[in-house]
């Protein structure tokens, strides 16, 4: 039972242009959402983070939106780079059950387009 | 700071043997987490430890797979005997909790180890 859904197993943009990656989650206790970047033959490492008392959090041209009546997040890159090219995943946790327990998605792998 | 350390990175053995893949936090860092990362199910969390001790094994696929934390700075994960669908890469994160992060904050992850079960 996935609990944190990544839809689009790929997503193909054009440098400069905008990218959007989603995230469904089932689970209503999450209440904190992280996004994590991965290149190849390397550990994730963190992106941007959002608590479940704001609907939106933005770092440089990264941007993370959350809906919580639709249980969806979604990350904008703005504009998009060449190096932005990796595997991005979506991660959820729930304060209560425990901060540190981590569920994350199955990974959206992005390719930026010269 | 180096990093989260994994060894090794690439590990080839054949169906039932034993295999151990070994972490070494960052320093400092109280939680450790190991996970399994596939194509059908994405980074998977399979157990955790607070300052040594498991808190969550819940995502430990069965009892061929344990995990040990005899000090701060190491873990190891066994899997015995191994099987072919345990092929898969397993990663290794750390993190400490901070009151200013909603009680959480930013796992780092390792290299993680590309394991191959033949």
């Known amino acids: 039972d996935q609990q944190v859904k990544q839809n689009s197993p790929s997503l193909s943009v054009q440098e400069g242009r905008i990218s959007i990656l989603n995230c469904d989650y089932t689970?209503?206790?999450?209440?904190?959402f992280l996004w994590y970047k991965k290149y190849p033959a390397e550990g994730p490492t963190f992106l941007i983070s959002i608590s479940s008392i704001k609907d939106k959090n933005e770092d440089g041209r990264f941007t993370v939106f959350l809906n919580k009546s639709a249980k969806h997040l979604s990350l904008h890159i703005v504009p998009s780079q060449p190096g932005d090219s990796a595997v991005y995943f979506c991660?959820?946790?729930?304060?209560?059950?425990?901060?540190?327990?981590?569920?994350f998605g199955q990974g959206t792998r992005l390719t930026i387009n010269p | 700071d180096a990093g989260v350390i994994q060894s090794p990175r690439h590990e080839v053995t054949e169906m039932g043997q034993e295999v151990t893949l070994r972490c070494k936090p960052i320093s400092g860092h109280d939680y450790l987490f190991w996970y399994r990362q596939t194509m059908m199910r994405g980074l998977e969390l399979l157990i955790y430890?607070?300052?040594?001790?498991?808190?969550?094994d819940s995502g430990m696929p069965e009892d061929r797979f344990s995990a040990k934390m005899p000090n701060a700075s190491f873990s190891t994960l066994k899997i015995q005997p191994s099987e072919p669908r345990d092929s898969a890469v397993y990663f290794c994160?750390?993190?400490?909790?901070?009151?200013?992060?909603?009680?959480?904050?930013?796992?780092?992850f390792g290299p993680g180890t590309r394991l191959t079960v033949l």
């Open positions: 430890f607070n300052n040594n001790v498991p808190i969550d």
């Open positions: 689970n209503s206790m999450f209440d904190y």
């Open positions: 991660a959820a946790s729930d304060l209560i059950q425990g901060a540190q327990k981590l569920v």
């Open positions: 994160a750390s993190s400490f909790m901070r009151e200013d992060t909603w009680g959480t904050d930013t796992q780092y």
